[in-house]
């Protein structure tokens, strides 16, 4: 989309303003993408580590996200055993 540089009337100006507000959330974004992705930077971006490395980082985290999940899981277990046997000696 081309801005208007010199808006004349209300029309010009409120295409003008709203192509600047939009403008300017694209390129913030952009620039969260890119501090997310630093390898597309357009500054020297490479990748930090190799693929087989960042596989490996990949996995551990899965490991550690399941790890978490199954101990989550034991606690709610045990807390329903907790209340079912309080409520079973009342």
Do not use: W
Not at 1 to 18: D, Q
Not at 56 to 81: M, P, V
Request: glycine letters at 4%.
């Amino acid at each position: 989309m081309t801005p208007v540089t010199n808006p004349t009337n209300e029309a010009e100006e409120l295409y003008y303003r709203a192509l600047v507000r939009t403008r300017v959330i694209v390129e913030l974004t952009l620039g969260v993408v890119k501090n997310c992705f630093r390898c597309i930077h357009r500054f020297g971006g490479e990748l930090q580590y190799t693929p087989l490395r960042s596989a490996k980082i990949e996995d551990d985290s899965e490991s550690a996200k399941h790890r978490g999940r199954r101990a989550e899981e034991k606690q709610r277990r045990q807390l329903l055993q907790d209340l079912l046997s309080v409520s079973d000696t009342s």
